[in-house]
């Protein structure tokens, strides 16, 4: 059974994104929302989950094109952890909407773990050391102007 509302039109991008052949295998949730997204949970039998951000039309398709081109770029140049991009839409003409949901949205894998929010409390002072130091190595690697300067035409 498909579901309903904007969860249907996720689930409908997701089948022709990923291929799937068997309507069954796909399970679309809601999962939260910000000021400008929605953030949906997406799996694919028992071993497959991916999220599907839909955003508002805030600067079309610059805004999610340079989401895309950012994520990309630091996976292939920093060694700070983001999701890899599976697919992404960004086609909005005006008030012509193109694709399926009728707004940007892009798939990427899903990134399981715990928020520090979460487990602050019951980490130890070594743990919250190790993980503060890895926060501080990854903010200095995406301070270091040295860094980005090829991104400067």
């Not at 707004?103 to 773990?113: C, K, N, P, Q, T």
Request: charged share 20%; net charge negative.
């Amino acid at each position: 059974m498909l579901p309903s509302s904007c969860e249907g039109l996720v689930w409908a991008v997701c089948q022709t994104t990923l291929q799937l052949d068997d309507p069954a295998l796909c399970a679309v949730s809601f999962l939260t929302s910000g000021g400008f997204n929605k953030i949906y949970v997406v799996e694919v039998g028992y071993d497959q989950r991916f999220v599907l951000r839909v955003s508002l039309p805030v600067d079309p398709r610059h805004k999610m094109a340079g989401e895309v081109a950012t994520l990309g770029w630091l996976s292939q140049h920093s060694t700070v952890p983001v999701p890899r991009v599976i697919a992404f839409d960004d086609t909005r003409d005006n008030d012509t909407r193109d694709n399926e949901i009728g707004f940007e949205w892009i798939l990427m894998d899903h990134v399981s773990g715990t928020s520090a929010q979460t487990r602050w409390r019951k980490m130890t002072m070594e743990d919250k050391k190790t993980l503060v130091e890895n926060i501080a190595r990854h903010h200095a690697q995406l301070l270091d102007i040295s860094t980005f300067q090829q991104l400067v035409l």
